[in-house]
């Protein structure tokens, strides 16, 4: 068998080439990341198979959007590919050599005798949609994390133009208050509006803020505001608005793709389609996992564990997995245990023994893997224990 072990870069990608002997029959071969680096690629290969009448078997770190080229254009010419998590990669090279050495030439080195000397490996199965799905997931996650920094801009603006207004929490994040200093960005401004145009921005059945009110609390205001502040305060509200639309497009589109999948997940109390549509995203093919062990392992949501002798210890969560599968199943954990039946006796009988909030949503969390694992295996709804 030939083993070729790929590290991935941005530009470039670095290969080398073994056989079962160990035989070295590349080790500072460089391909450029474009269809003619790949071809070469291939080119190599294949001679060396024809030379050696040997199958061969690929592997590279699973280095998100760097590797999706070269790992489309393998798998379109039938090569078998596997990926491994960077940290297996390093611990890998340590066990191996004393020498603190890291070149693009010994990782490719380095991936090429572990795929060899893996006798456990298994091809990931991947699904299209969840792949496009897991892109959409984490799309719609980055606009949040956009939009979230603005409204932080948008707070900072209001604590120095009208700090009175910036006291009312939620009021001042309120669609018609953002409406409102989008046609009348500062105080004085307000302090100069028509009753009745903010009495319709506010909306008849708003109790939480009158117009003569609002008016009132302008005039007395003691913010410091200019042109400057009125300018950028708009600017950021455009960009609120911007931001809220796509977002609303975004969700529309998972809404679309998760009606498609049609995922029995989504029938677990407290689970809805957004959430949902993370943990399948990020799962991917449940086939990739022998067991929900695994599942959990994958979300770093297992405790370390130390052993040395007579001594036995587990500590805190290893966190070594997919983050945003993580902080899905750690949402997901909390919510269910509020509307599940089953979870929430589960949830009460961890915090009657005592554990701490947080080490008692790892237990909701790992039943709830289990749970998970049970139901896009078989395809069954979820039903509550008992029903």
Known sequence: MIYVGIDVA?????????????????DDFIIVNDRLGFQKLDTIICRIQYQTGQKCKLAMEDTGHYNA????????????????????VKEFSKVHTLRKTKTDKTDALVIAKMVMGDFEKREQIQNKITEELKELTRFRSRLGKHQSLLKTQYTRILEKSFPELATYG???????????????????????????????LLGVNNSRIQPDFLKQLAKDSVGCYSSITEFELTQIIQQIDLYEKQIKEVDK?????????????????????RLGSIIIAEIGDVLNFDNPGQLLAFAGMEPSIYQSGNYKGTGKMVKRGSPQLRWAMYHASRLVSIYSPTFKKYYEKKLAEGKHFNVVLSHVAKKLIRVIFHLIQTGESYKEVGA
Do not use: C, W
């Not at 080229?69 to 297996?88: A, D, G, H, S, T």
């Not at 589109?253 to 389609?273: A, N, W």
């Open 253 to 273: 589109k998972i809404q679309e793709m998760m009606d498609t999948l049609d995922s029995p997940i989504v029938t677990i109390p407290g689970i809805s389609y």
């Open 10 to 26: 941005k530009h470039k990608h670095q290969v080398a080439i073994i056989d079962d002997e160990g035989e070295i029959y590349e």
């Open 69 to 88: 080229p070269i790992l489309k254009f393998l798998r379109e010419n039938n090569y078998q590919v596997y990926r491994y998590n960077p940290i297996l």
């Open 170 to 200: 939620q009021v001042r994040y309120s669609s018609y208050m953002i409406q409102i200093l989008k046609k009348y960005p500062s105080p004085k401004r307000i302090a100069m509006a028509h009753e009745k145009t903010l009495s319709k």
